[in-house]
């Protein structure tokens, strides 16, 4: 799949944190995020390799027992069923791919 410019609408996922689907194939898919500061991700884990990039803002961000400020231009690699959570800390924007592709955060089928 080629997306040339993306006409997706981003979907809220929990208060402050907002997501919509860039491209994807079987295998991978690349979104991206939209977190608004003072918002959470709080701790959890999931059966998806996750790599990510912060375009802007800072996150204070936790994997597994290690916590790092992330900031723009910082990139990170979350093995699967690793615990991590993340405190918005600035407004900031992420891109990240999931792989295997995650079902849940596939387009609906009208969109």
Avoid at 13 to 33: H, S, Y
Avoid at 72 to 95: M, R, T, Y
């Amino acid at each position: 799949m080629f997306t040339k410019r993306n006409f997706r609408s981003f979907k809220s996922l929990l208060p402050g944190v907002e997501m919509r689907p860039l491209a994807f194939e079987e295998k991978t898919i690349l979104c991206e995020f939209k977190l608004e500061k003072g918002s959470e991700l709080p701790s959890h884990s999931h059966p998806y390799e996750q790599t990510g990039y912060l375009i802007s803002g800072r996150l204070n961000f936790r994997i597994d027992k290690e916590w790092i400020i992330a900031e723009a231009g910082d990139s990170w690699c979350i093995p699967e069923n690793v615990e991590h959570q993340v405190d918005v800390l600035e407004d900031a924007k992420v891109l990240e791919a999931f792989t295997p592709i995650r079902p849940d955060y596939l387009p609906d089928e009208n969109a």
